[in-house]
């Protein structure tokens, strides 16, 4: 080991600089929110990007696949086998939209809608757990800013 390296010991971690920046700390407040998600989404077998599709469909019942890319930013081709997946599972169904013959509208099944009720309650409660620290208006104000980067 060279001489200059072995006089520093490090004690105390300087990280001011990564977390002056946006992107670690949304990063680390993600990771410290998914891990849980995770585990709490299982037990609905859904993935983050399953519970986004569904939950869309639950509060925008007719909505197109299209309309679904554009909102998640999702490639089509994903999206087919994902539909295709909820679909088996008998949570999805494909219905003709009403005022454009060329597109179809997604809709939740009776199975489906019992399940996004579940879902969405634990969702909610996975979100109050783990920003706890905050209060109801920091938690908006929160959202507020980070919507601010991506819409």
Do not use: W
């Amino acid at each position: 080991m060279p001489a200059d390296e072995s006089a520093h010991h490090v004690t105390k971690i300087d990280a001011s600089y990564l977390e002056s920046l946006v992107g670690y700390n949304a990063r680390r407040a993600a990771l410290a929110i998914i891990d849980r998600f995770l585990e709490q989404m299982a037990v609905y077998k859904l993935r983050p990007v399953d519970f986004s599709v569904l939950s869309l469909i639950t509060h925008n019942p007719g909505i197109t696949s299209r309309q679904l890319c554009s909102t998640l930013a999702i490639q089509p081709p994903n999206l087919v086998g994902m539909i295709q997946a909820l679909e088996k599972r008998e949570l999805v169904q494909r219905r003709p939209h009403p005022h454009d013959g060329r597109a179809i509208g997604l809709h939740l099944t009776a199975a489906g809608a019992k399940l996004m009720q579940d879902a969405e309650r634990t969702a909610s409660e996975v979100e109050l757990a783990a920003t706890h620290r905050l209060s109801s208006t920091e938690r908006k104000t929160l959202m507020r800013l980070l919507q601010k980067i991506y819409i």
